[in-house]
T-cell receptor, first 112, second 113 residues
């Protein structure tokens, strides 16, 4: 059974500082996704990572994937208040249809 | 363009009642997914349609839950004899095909009293 773990589950960040959050999964996967969710809202796609060593960047966020370690990291550069939200990673089982298994999410809070 | 839409946005019902939740996917998307998100948790897969057929319904929790997509576009999730534990946000997602990124709708918040 595919399991996805995220850590930490909650992170209080100081504005202007850098942070990294983690997602690891238990079995081989074809794709890994990062989503953002604001309170009471739906999921907004941030990144799709398809292969070992993939790195994608958008603004202050950079996501990378190590398929051998079954680990993805999301690096935050110079945190700003607008990044406060819950971040989910999700993976699918390799060779299966694309139903996604999600982690519990990491809630980021940026303080001045 | 228009994204995934879901109706109603909120549904309050009493224990034991029947409810229907609707999903309108992005036009042309052949793959459609239903997920359920409980408070403080990540979404959990319920069912996946490729076209009109349910390709994977392994996430449906029991036989009170059923979903259809008769014309390969709009889908309806049906819950019979609702229980308080069914209270959650029900999310629908669509994708151009089963190997592409999924785009999520705003969800239906179901509350069973």
């Amino acid at each position: 059974e595919l399991k996805v773990e995220q850590n930490p589950l909650f992170l209080s960040m100081q504005e202007g500082k850098n942070y990294t959050i983690y997602c690891n999964y238990s079995t081989t996967s074809d794709r890994l996704y990062w989503y953002r969710q604001d309170p009471g809202k739906s999921l907004e796609s941030l990144f799709v990572l398809l292969s070992n060593g993939a790195v994608k960047q958008e603004g202050r966020l950079m996501a990378s994937l190590d398929t051998k370690a079954r680990l993805s990291t999301l690096h935050i550069t110079a945190a700003v208040h607008d990044l406060s939200a819950t971040y989910f990673c999700a993976v699918n089982s390799a060779g299966a249809n694309s139903k996604l298994t999600f982690g519990k999410g990491i809630t980021l809070s940026v303080r001045p | 363009g228009a994204g995934v839409s879901q109706t109603p946005s909120n549904k309050v019902t009493e224990k034991g009642k029947y409810v229907e939740l609707r999903c309108d996917p992005i036009s042309g998307h052949t793959a459609l997914y239903w997920y359920r998100q409980s408070l403080g948790q990540g979404p959990e897969f319920l069912i996946y349609f490729q076209g009109t057929g349910a390709a994977d319904d392994s996430g449906l929790p029991n036989d009170r839950f059923f979903a259809v997509r008769p014309e390969g576009s709009v889908s309806t999730l049906k819950i019979q004899r609702t229980e308080r534990g069914d209270s959650a946000v029900y999310l629908c997602a669509s994708s151009p095909n089963s190997y592409n990124e999924q785009f999520f709708g705003p969800g239906t918040r179901l509350t069973v009293l």
